[in-house]
């Protein structure tokens, strides 16, 4: 007798992303209690199993959901506010500015709100955050039913959030604590950068990560002129310090990386540290190029992020593939390094390695929990179909996402997001504009 399941997804191809660079044809998943339960050829499928739900997705690629590794969510409140600047003139004349007035609780749970809409309908399933009220966030991920990773964020001076160093690192302990029972919400320290975080403080989120195993999420190297400044402040480079400081080791996701030397890629490599790219975000703010082909050439784990939208402007997943893609090839001169399997995999299981969750999250296998998306590729732009994992990085748009499923449930079912109200969040979306722009004209 058929086994009784929860869903079974009939799909024209899957590709679990490990093994590496296959194409599964023809075949289904069946997910039971929230967990991938098989992946076998669909006539073996339908003769074993008895779905409350079955999906013919003959259209369509099932892949792992994508995991933004690096995000400011709640920044999708301030998108094209101040374009077309250099980082710190855009951090400190505008960004700052605003958010010392503005960025309260409310203000980042509608910011965080909209920014799971948006990734969602481009099939990110999984982001890591970094930014004030990460309870906040925490509350907006539940409502949601995303998978995040919550930074517990720290910096040397005060905000809306914490006044100090101290009341910072309480406060994302006790949130760590709050959450430990929440099977889809993570946490990470996230101080904000070395230039923000003073040594001590920096040594301290160490030790305690070390203590709780948790990643460090922290910029670093982002652009020439910052690891200039450090280094003439401080007599080394940023890389330097936070090695000296304890924390090269493989909690640490290092963000952005544009600025590295050989022996610094060596370091990282022999760490088992973790790079968190973001190239459409360096480009829009010319901070450089992450030598991505380098890194992983030496074995350092690169997995894909967006940045926030007020410096991308979208969250777009599939755009940083293509991105990342290009931009390794032009910047290594050499077209066969980061083939588009690889590409796929940074956003993926990478990303999911990265935050500690790839026992989790990040490839289709039994087991794992069934956090996936389909794409419907019998689109004109993505048609012909030789090849759907070169289709899925160089071709296909964020629009062709169809469904999202976290832990087995349907976030997104024919485009249409089943937890939140669209509606809704575009109103608080034109409020906040309405307020901001009102005391900072643009």
């Known amino acids: 007798m058929p086994q009784a399941i929860d869903t079974l997804l009939n799909a024209r191809w899957i590709v679990p992303v490990e093994p590496e660079n296959q194409a599964l044809e023809q075949h289904a998943l069946a997910i ?26 003959d259209r369509h690629v099932l892949l792992p959901g994508l995991i933004n590794a690096h995000t400011h969510a709640s920044m999708t409140l301030l998108r094209g506010l101040a374009d077309d600047l250099p980082l710190m003139t855009w951090l400190q004349e505008h960004i700052w500015p605003v958010e010392a007035r503005w960025a309260g609780a409310d203000f980042v749970r509608d910011g965080a709100l909209l920014a799971m809409a948006e990734m969602l309908r481009g099939g990110t399933t999984c982001f890591n955050d970094m930014y004030m009220f990460p309870d906040a966030v925490a509350d907006a991920a539940r409502a949601c039913g995303i998978r995040a990773c919550v930074g517990l ?28 029972s929440e099977p889809l919400l993570h ?11 003073s040594e001590p403080a920096l040594a301290q989120i160490g030790r305690l990560a070390g203590d ?14 910052e690891v200039a400044r450090f280094q ?17 080791t493989p909690r640490l996701v290092a963000v952005h990386m544009t600025q590295l030397e050989p022996a610094e890629i060596e370091r990282l490599a022999q760490a088992g540290a973790h790079v968190a790219h973001c190239p459409e975000s360096n480009l829009k703010l010319a901070s450089g190029f992450c030598p991505t082909a380098r890194l992983d050439a030496a074995g350092v784990t690169v997995a894909i992020g ?26 290594a001169g050499d077209a066969t390094v980061l083939p588009a399997a690889r590409v796929l995999r940074m956003a993926t299981l990478n990303g999911a390695r990265a935050l500690g969750l790839d026992a989790e999250t990040g490839s289709l296998e039994p087991g794992k929990s069934a956090d996936l998306i389909a794409v419907d590729l019998e689109q004109p732009e993505t048609e012909p179909v030789y090849h759907p994992i070169s289709q899925l990085v160089y071709a296909t ?5 169809t469904d999202a499923w976290v832990a087995g449930r349907r976030l997104l079912a024919e485009r249409q997001l089943t937890t939140l109200d669209c509606a809704d969040l575009i109103r608080r979306a034109r409020d906040w504009r309405r307020k901001i722009t009102a005391e900072h004209p643009v």
């Open 212 to 225: 709780l195993n948790i990643p460090v999420h922290i910029h670093a190297h982002e652009t020439a002129a």
């Open 397 to 401: 748009g964020r629009h062709q996402v």
């Open 187 to 197: 946490t990470a320290f996230a101080p904000h950068a070395p230039y923000t975080v």
């Open 306 to 331: 967006t940045d926030g939208a007020a410096s991308n402007n979208d969250l777009d997943m599939f755009g940083e593939l293509r991105t990342a893609a290009l931009l390794g090839k032009g910047v």
């Open 232 to 248: 003439a402040q401080r007599g080394c480079r940023p890389l330097e310090r936070l090695e000296r400081l304890g924390l090269l």
């Open 32 to 57: 039971q209690d929230g967990r991938i339960l098989s992946i076998l050829p669909r006539a073996q499928a339908l003769a074993r199993y008895r779905p409350k739900l079955a999906l013919d997705l």
């Open 153 to 180: 964020i720290a910096f040397d001076f005060p905000t809306g959030y914490a006044q100090t160093m101290d009341e910072y690192l309480a406060k994302g302990l006790q949130l760590h604590d709050a959450l430990r």
